[in-house]
């Protein structure tokens, strides 16, 4: 830990909501709201929201050419969990912006603060969440969000110590364990960081002792979670009814033992719905390695040759790329155990 308990803010971060920007709001509606199953609100032709609860926003589509996650909303328990934050970020000499009124709205919140985060991935913190007047109307029986935040986020750097190093700084992130895995013939490392008793918010991926990032976007997945197993597997059904691609068929994670699928999104990023994962008891807790991410299922659907050239493709790019860590609040990073 970077600080001490006294000012630590574990336990009181909780992912609240994920911005994305694209031109493809007919696809993210019939993906969102059909085929997934979350609560669509339609504000204008440049934004659309989903909820998973009584929240207003737990996503945010903006119109814009990324086609992909561009920044991630903290939900901080209190005022002083948010002063705490901002003033690390302060300290680190890195600038943070207050978020415009109208942008607050969009966002469902109060008020909000926005600073850089790993792989340009924007961080807002915010304490005050609106909801919304009108029953949920979605397919299922719902979601699960509370105290573990609306699900995860999982991205792929090619500087792992330092985006550890971040988020442990910024928001006192621990480790709950890690998962080595080949996919494709390249050896990945995954760690998988929690800030409150959901067993993982963010989870970084790097490809061994090679300077590449094989994925393009800022995330490689999105996670929520399912309220029961009728909900996840009917959601799984919509997606191929709907001809949407599914990149992984349901399986079970060998950490937090969620059962899961992952849908390709009309970005091209992930969205995984899970259920049933694990709960952390931070009395017991004690971080381990896994081999392989799934311990059945999660079998690659619909991948053709020509997905895996492009993936390589992607990976050469991502050499040109520059990677912005923040180092100004990541160092000196944190090595693997
Ligand atoms: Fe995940």
Redesign the pocket.
Known sequence: MSTSPANSVFGKVHLGYVVIETQKFGDWKRFGRDAIGMHLDELSPDTARFRLDDNACRVLLRRGPAEDVVALGWHLDGAATFDEISRRVADGGVPAAEGGEEEAKLRGVERFLRFPGPNGLAQEIYTSARTAPLALDIPGSGFVTGAGGM????MTTTKPHLVRGYYDHVFDARLSDYIDETISGMKFKIRFLRVNERH?SV?IASVNALPINPIRTRVQ?V?VQAATLDDMVSSYRRVKDLGFTMALSIGQ?TN?K?L?Y?AQTPSGFEW?V?WNPIVVDENTWKPSTHRGISSWGHTPEGQTVVDKLNQFAAAARSLLRREDTVVALAAPGIADD
């Open positions: 699900g995860h986020v999982a993982h989870a997945h996670n994670h937090d969620e899961s992952y995984e899970g």
